[in-house]
């Protein structure tokens, strides 16, 4: 009898140091997994950063180089000017502050860019974040005000990338998705019932041969189109799209101007997009987006700093913030039309 006791402990005590095993190697297994999360994300964030780096120095060069000619007309805007209202008696009609641009430091210019570029202009009564909460990156605000109504609606996503939780999201919410990327080595294809994916750019002009901007994306050159061209092939030419979101690697630089001249823009319910710092051109930019607001009607409602960008001294009255901003906004002539 007490041999059989002996023998019930020992396979009690066999019994449980089993358990005690597996749940060792389960927790072992589980704490490697996390630690492959993450290391994977710090992976990702260095490639980002690498990239943002690379990005922005192409930018500076580019816009270098713009500036010069336009310092040259600028120049001769000047001189006109002078023999017009007589030297020294001119105003500057970009007059900011209270400082004309002649006179205004770098610090001020790049605070007044910052300041402007984050002036909340219009409270959102339904807003709603689609993809990746904050601060993670991926997800963008978008506000219902503008009648985004479920089964009726179309989003364009322009720079996916690995990330689809934007595109996931807004198809949830019953929109036709239709997602833009050359660089993610994906091809055309359906996703899911309500996501139609092409290999295809967003540019200010249509180029079948548009050369990667990173390493990491190879040498093939890549098919690029503008927004009418999409929309044309899409056959949405008498469309209005809900969403347009871009997320395109500083390109918002050109393609703005172009959207701005050919007035596709008032088709629009929405505009999210990821704006990079435009090196000297902050004036310009800052033009772009007064004629975006006045002669469009859109304004700002929401504003992130992209948390995993660079930081920034914007001057005194501004502060240091990162420098890349994610903005939302809408169309007020799509409030009434609910």
Not at 204 to 224: L, S
Not at 253 to 274: A, R, S, Y
Request: with cysteine; hydrophobic share 35%.
């Amino acid at each position: 009898m007490m041999v059989g006791r002996c023998k019930n402990v020992v396979i009690t005590l066999v019994v449980i140091s089993a358990v005690f095993s597996i749940l060792l190697y389960l927790n072992d297994k589980e704490y490697r997994r996390l630690q492959g999360v993450i290391s994977g994300f710090k992976q990702a964030m260095e490639r980002k950063r690498q990239e943002y780096k690379l990005s922005h120095r192409m930018l500076e060069q580019e816009i270098t180089n713009s500036n010069n000619n336009d310092k040259h007309e600028s120049d001769q805007m000047k001189s006109n000017h002078k023999k017009v209202h007589g030297k020294g008696k001119g105003k500057d009609d970009n007059e900011a502050n209270g400082k004309s641009n002649r006179t205004m430091t770098p610090e001020e210019i790049s605070a007044l860019y910052f300041n402007s570029m984050t002036n909340i202009t219009y409270q959102c009564m339904e807003g709603r974040r689609m993809g990746n909460p904050l601060p993670f990156d991926g997800g963008w605000n978008i506000c219902l005000d503008v009648g985004v109504k479920p089964n009726a609606c179309i989003v364009y996503s322009f720079g996916i990338a690995g990330d689809w939780s934007f595109d996931d999201d807004m198809a949830e919410y019953g929109c036709d998705v239709y997602s833009f990327d050359p660089f993610n080595g994906l091809q055309k294809h359906k996703r899911s019932a309500r996501i139609w994916f092409y290999d295809i750019g967003l540019l200010d002009k249509d180029d079948d041969h548009v050369a990667p901007k990173f390493r990491r994306e190879g040498n093939k050159t890549v098919k690029c189109r503008t927004l009418s061209s999409i929309k044309k092939m899409l056959h949405h030419e008498e469309k209005n799209i809900d969403v347009l979101k871009m997320d395109i690697e500083s390109d918002e630089l050109k393609v703005l101007p172009q959207l701005l001249k050919n007035g596709v823009l008032g088709n629009i319910k929405q505009l999210d997009l990821e704006v990079h710092p435009p090196g000297k051109a902050y004036l310009r930019i800052n033009e772009m987006f007064k004629t975006l607001k006045q002669e469009f009607g859109f304004k700002l409602w929401f504003v992130n700093e992209n948390k995993y960008s660079p930081l920034q001294d914007y001057g005194p009255s501004a502060g240091i913030h990162h420098q890349l901003l994610e903005l939302a906004l809408v169309n007020t002539k799509f409030l009434n039309k609910k």
